[in-house]
């Protein structure tokens, strides 16, 4: 049997699924490389908070414009070191330090006292 269109689009499909983030979908992600200066005191107080040290040169910022699977959200954290933010909410310091603090964390969940401590529940 000869390999027909038929037979190829699946393999495309699935070789695309790779690179869809598990958690979410961001629209149009763009570097946001380097991140702005605000970024590095931001990254101060999600480490304060939360007791964990890491190099924010190890985390990846991206700008989206939005998300497809959370239409409300304004941020979203991929595990391990990626974080969206919309490209309107680069500068908010809430939507920049709640990614952070799942960053640090390494979790997905707003069990932590840091989000009410730091205000950016
Ligand atoms: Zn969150």
Redesign the pocket.
Known sequence: MTCSSRCWNPLVLALAGTFVAPQGRPVGPAPLDPPPPQYASWWQEAQACTGRRASMRSTHFWTALGFLNYPSET?L?SAPHDIYVLTVDRLDRNVVI??MV?DLLQR?D?DSSC?TELDVG
């Open positions: 941020g954290w709640h990614e799942h997905g707003h989000f």
